[in-house]
């Protein structure tokens, strides 16, 4: 269902990974141009001039992270709204919309704020105040052009068009045949300048069926709600991505549109495009569409930091299916050395048929199918080394984070050897040079290392950072995180059936 | 270009001053107000096509951007022709013949010799084919051609790496109950196609149990032949390099005569019933349909404009426009009449609102009859054909994938011409073109409908849309796992 997924959270949502290392660096450089509007609106622009395409991302600073209490949800909600049109787009009659949009506003607050009160909610005004949404919402129809930008850019042959909300960041994609740049730069800075938030309470009902759809009925997402709600104490990386249901209920269109107002802001905003693009032609048109758009305040300073953990957590739940694994403990993030000996630990126990934990758990012991190791839930903040483990029935979670832990252990006494080192130094290279065969690939990464770390060349130094972990690195970061006290465990346990 | 339109000196108060940003001014131009841009000017590579001296096909494409090289060769032959008492043996023989190593050359250590240098070859036993796909560094190229064709020609099939890849398969069988969606795709494949066709049976723990390392030898006997394999290759590295390195790697591999036998034609199973297996899950996890279409058949670029506008096309498709723009019902819905050897599927799939769910196949249902009734509109049409045409472009982004494209339409029989016509055929098809296709592809009093899901939660009793089956997961999934409990 390629299409039909609006959003990306399920990926930026966890394991954002950031190991893709440099090599020829002079290689990307020399393809790579980097352009900052008057208003902060970042640019890079990448050239790949095989087929006449280009694959475009553009990402806010903002995600899950920046939400509070009772409008969880609230970034991956707006993303939603973000494709609803604009004054221009999306409308037959303007003047007529916004006339019942302001109704549509108000009645939907105070339905909204209504039915949050749960038990003690007036039912007869809540059904009241939904018939009256609803009759509002009927009258707007027929002065809605459905989906216009998917419209529009269907049309002319554009393929992917999507967002992506995580808990560092929210972002657009659409790639297009070349000729398209223009209305690429029309269709996006209107959006970002003057975004309708046509049927609101419509499409808050579709994230109500994707929460369900993607974490309700999903063990491995269910368990990785758990384990993240019991890992973080006060940051908000405890949150998902996707929102508290109850929250999702009742967040209301102002609410939507005050966070817009905060962080959609092109000081806050890289824009990144790769393809065949040169910047004599791109650099004026983007300038032209996108350079009034006023530079808004910078955005709130982010002030929670997680407290030291104190000693060990646990979740333990049943749910109708088999058992599941996550362990984790918290590090620090991105792009501190500790980050780059995490990942260098990550390959060495997780990465590939050769890896010490697929050799001896999945391999030679088989009470596992699988195992990954891995940074997350975002990486703007410190983070989690994290592991996330499948049993093989009729082996226990049990045995096998018993299991794991050993060679967690192990790590702690015995130093990596320097072959596992040159190992993983020679896959980060070359999934570097991987992550340039894509116009999308490389339009993100570039995108996210100069939105998340305010430089996309932090992509190339990686490597250097990684080449220069040693044994000794991996080893102490092993003693000094991956302890007892550090660490989080989730398990899923399958419920007994009733006989 | 005015930005903000205020509305009224009163609105003072934070939700007032909010509401005013909701509602924008003006905005910009209309998309439609601006000037066409020139029309592309492409014209694709075509790859080079090569023959071995003992009979492989290869297909290649230089590609001197980045110092990569990607190779993917096919076999003829997959799970369809497994006997039905060994359902799971091509995708066993394609896991083992990997992990299994060769006669010189253990599985562990082709793990770590690949992996060291940042190299992989997989191989996967699919329906219609035996795949083993490489990537690796072009520095690299002459050992993994080494190592790729000796594993293609001899693999050792060790009954320890059997034992591994069999115990995982299991432990996925116990798994896939987990989650609805994925048990109402089985449940559908079995009751579209027939639960006894090679199309819709299903494997389980009983059929696995019985495959032997023998077995794996003698299907991996049966369809590996230089004869019977195509060859596509990738990357910054020369042609006559690249022949080389195959003609030696393969050098001595006899050719044999490969049969595929004909598969018994499907015939059409669907009689309407609803099909309803209860699963404690906030959703009804639905799939519906009956038998599709042949492959490369007289409608294709007739049902490709049909799909697109039907429920392939995204946000422009009517599926998701009705059931989940216009009504919330759902967080994404796709459908279409697919083609197969012998015959596809027509499906609609969705994980919709369990409050709604028989609203929402009161829609389904009138989507298709509307499509079998009436004219598309011209806005439709052209939204439809545009969209196919100008987007064919991104084939060719990728040269591995278009490669793999290529290779996929060769060995399915497709025309030579396909990809150079492809565009033309699809400007052909008419309003009229696609209700015909309509009226004789899909049937909405045949198709059957599976949902998973929990029917107290739903808006009326199934019975009110139609004949109600019942079928117990609890049971099936018991008798699956039999002694395993």
């Known amino acids: 269902m390629a299409k ?15 190991g893709l290392a440099p090599l020829a660096a002079q290689n990307l450089e020399e393809k790579v141009t980097l352009h900052v509007l008057k208003n902060g609106l970042t640019v890079i622009l990448a050239e790949r001039h095989g087929a006449p395409v280009i694959s475009t991302m553009y990402g806010f600073k903002v995600g899950s992270v920046d939400e509070s209490p009772g409008i969880t949800g609230t970034a991956h909600i707006f993303e939603h709204m973000a494709f609803k ?27 909204s704020l209504e039915t949050a009160k749960g038990d003690k909610a007036d039912k007869d005004k809540v059904a009241a105040l939904r018939a009256e949404l609803s009759k509002l919402e009927e009258e707007q129809a027929p002065y809605i052009v459905k989906d216009e930008i998917d419209l529009i850019y269907s049309n002319v042959g554009g393929v992917g068009l999507n967002a992506g909300t995580g808990t560092d960041q929210t972002s657009y994609i659409i790639s297009l045949p070349a000729n398209q740049l223009e209305l690429f730069c029309l269709v996006e ?5 003057n975004a309708v938030l046509r049927e609101f309470y419509i499409e808050r009902s579709v994230i109500q069926e994707e929460r369900k759809q993607t974490t309700d009925a999903v063990p491995t997402r269910l368990l990785s709600e758990m ?19 109850s929250d999702i209920h009742s967040v209301t269109l102002e609410e939507a549109l005050a966070f817009k107002e905060k962080y959609y802001t092109p000081n806050n905003c890289v824009l990144a495009i790769a393809g065949d693009v040169t910047p004599a032609k791109a650099i004026p048109l983007i300038e032209k569409y996108f350079g009034d758009i006023p530079r808004g305040p910078d955005p709130p300073v982010f002030r929670t930091v997680e407290p030291k953990q104190l ?19 918290h590090k620090p993030n991105f792009p501190a050395k500790e980050d780059a000996a995490a990942t260098v630990l990550s390959y060495i126990l997780t990465s590939g048929r050769s890896s010490r934990m697929y050799k001896d758990l999945i391999q030679d012991k088989q009470i596992a199918v699988s195992v ?52 993983v130094k020679n896959n980060l290279e070359a999934s570097y040079i991987r992550a340039m065969s894509s116009n999308m690939g490389l339009a993100g990464v570039l995108m996210r290392y100069q939105l998340l770390f305010g430089d996309w060349k932090l992509f190339l130094k990686y490597k250097d950072l990684v080449g220069s972990i040693t044994a000794a690195d991996v080893m102490d970061f092993a003693k000094t995180y991956l302890t007892a006290e550090n660490r989080t465990v989730a398990a899923l346990i399958k419920k007994a059936k009733a006989s | 270009m005015k930005r903000q339109y205020r509305i009224s000196a009163a609105a003072i108060a934070a939700v007032a001053a909010l509401l005013l940003a909701a509602l924008p001014g003006i905005g910009q131009k209309h998309p439609r107000e601006l000037t066409k841009p020139p029309a592309l000017v492409f014209k694709p590579d075509k790859p080079v096509s090569f023959t071995l001296s003992n009979g492989i096909q290869g297909l290649y494409f230089e590609d001197k951007e980045l110092p990569l090289v990607w190779m993917a060769g096919r076999f003829k032959g997959g799970n369809l022709w497994e006997p039905a008492e060994k359902a799971g043996l091509a995708g066993l023989t394609g896991t083992v013949l990997r992990t299994g190593g060769s006669k010189t050359r253990t599985g562990d250590q082709i793990n770590e010799e690949l992996e060291f240098i940042a190299a992989s070859i997989e191989a996967t036993g699919g329906a219609e084919y035996m795949t083993v796909s490489a990537n690796g560094l072009k520095k690299d190229f002459g050992k993994l051609v080494e190592i790729y064709a000796d594993l293609v020609m001899n693999p050792a099939f060790p ?8 115990n995982q398969s299991l432990e996925s069988m116990r798994r896939r109950w987990d989650q609805p969606i994925q048990v109402a795709y089985m449940l559908a494949l079995e009751r579209v196609f027939g639960a006894d066709t090679p199309w819709g049976r299903r494997t389980t723990p009983a059929t696995f149990k019985t495959i032997t390392r023998d077995d794996l030898a003698a299907f991996h006997a049966r369809f590996f032949a230089p004869n019977n394999m195509t060859i596509g290759v990738v990357g910054d590295v020369p042609l006559a390099e690249v022949k080389a390195a195959l003609e030696k790697a393969f050098k001595g591999w006899p050719k044999k005569t490969v049969t595929l036998p004909a598969l018994p034609a499907l015939a059409e199973k669907a009689d309407g019933t609803i099909y309803y297996a209860y699963k404690d899950t906030p959703q009804a996890n639905m ?40 009504r919330g019902l759902t967080y994404g819905i796709n459908g279409g009449v697919e083609a197969g050897l012998d015959r596809g599927a027509f499906m609609v799939a969705s994980q919709l609102k369990a409050a709604q769910f028989l609203e929402a196949l009161g829609l389904i249902k009138g989507i298709i009859t509307d499509l079998q009734t009436n004219l598309v509109s011209d806005e439709e049409i052209e939204t439809a054909k545009n969209t196919i045409i100008n987007s064919f472009v991104f084939n060719f982004e990728q040269k591995n994938s278009l490669l793999n494209q290529l290779m996929i339409l060769k060995l399915q029989g497709f025309p030579d011409n396909y990809y150079e016509t492809y565009i033309e055929n699809i400007r052909k098809i008419t309003k009229q073109d696609v209700l015909e296709a309509a009226k004789k592809h899909m049937d909405p009093a045949k198709m059957i409908i599976v949902v998973v899901g929990d029917e107290k939660k739903f808006d009326k009793p199934l019975s009110t849309f139609g004949k109600v089956k019942t079928i117990d997961l609890q049971a099936l999934q018991t008798a699956e796992q039999g002694g395993q409990k």
Do not use: C
């Open chain 2, 159 to 166: 009954q320890d790496k059997l034992d591994l890849a069999r």
């Open chain 1, 311 to 329: 000693g060990e957590r646990r979740v333990r739940f049943e749910f109708d299916a088999e058992p599941l694994l996550m362990m984790g403990f």
């Open chain 1, 227 to 245: 384990f993240m709600g019991a890992a973080f104490l006060a940051h908000p990386y405890k949150n998902p991505v996707v929102g508290w249901a």
């Open chain 1, 372 to 423: 990954n190791a891995g940074s997350g839930p975002g990486v703007r903040f410190p983070n989690l080394f994290t592991f996330y483990a499948t049993p093989r029935f009729p082996h226990t979670v049990e045995e096998l984070e018993k299991a794991i832990l050993e060679h967690v252990e192990k790590v702690k006494t015995e130093p990596v050897s320097e072959r596992e080192l040159q190992k």
């Open chain 1, 85 to 111: 049109g604009t004054p221009k787009i999306g409308t037959k009659d303007y003047e007529k919309e916004r006339v019942l949009m302001e109704k549509i506003a108000r009645v939907g607050r105070e339905w």
């Open chain 2, 287 to 326: 799939f519906l349909g009956h038998l599709g279409v042949r492959r490369n058949g007289p409608d294709q670029y007739k049902l490709d404009v049909m799909n697109n506008i039907f429920g392939e096309g995204g946000f422009t498709a009517r599926l998701m426009k009705e059931l989940r723009s216009n």
């Open chain 1, 4 to 18: 039909s997924v609006k959003t990306l959270t399920a990926i930026f949502g966890l394991f954002l990974v950031l």
């Open chain 1, 189 to 193: 800075s209107e959006r970002i300048r």
